[in-house]
């Protein structure tokens, strides 16, 4: 059994990892809005980005928790997504708020 210690950190350590697909789904929209794709090209992108981030996830759960299913570990990279997510969206709210005011600034110039 893990002590306390252990399973916090490995709770935060699933919520990174869990932040970190969650970034890198992203840099994939991203690359979508870039350059268009059709139906079956995104199709492809998405089997082989989660069949990527499933065994990501998998060897880093597997390097944590010693080959053993805790469920503390799943969870903690669904609260990460999460707050990735959150955190993204915040960002761009942030990043328009701070446009139009620099443009408002340019402007009055």
């Known amino acids: 059994m893990l002590g306390i210690e252990a399973e916090a950190a490995v709770f935060l350590y699933a919520g990174l990892s869990g932040m970190t697909v969650m970034f890198g789904y992203d840099i994939l929209i991203c690359l979508?809005?870039?350059?268009?794709?059709?139906m079956?090209?995104?199709?492809?992108?998405?089997?082989?980005?989660?069949?990527?981030?499933?065994?990501?996830?998998?060897?880093?759960?597997?390097?944590?928790?010693?080959?053993?299913?805790?469920?503390f570990f799943i969870l903690g990279v669904v609260c990460g997504a999460a707050l990735g997510y959150l955190a993204g969206t915040l960002g761009k709210k942030i990043s328009v708020k701070f446009k139009k005011k620099l443009e408002k600034f340019r402007k009055s110039r």
């Open 32 to 38: 979508r809005k870039i350059i268009p794709h059709g």
């Open 40 to 71: 079956a090209a995104v199709n492809a992108e998405d089997l082989i980005f989660w069949a990527a981030a499933s065994v990501y996830l998998f060897a880093k759960m597997y390097d944590t928790t010693y080959g053993a299913v805790r469920w």
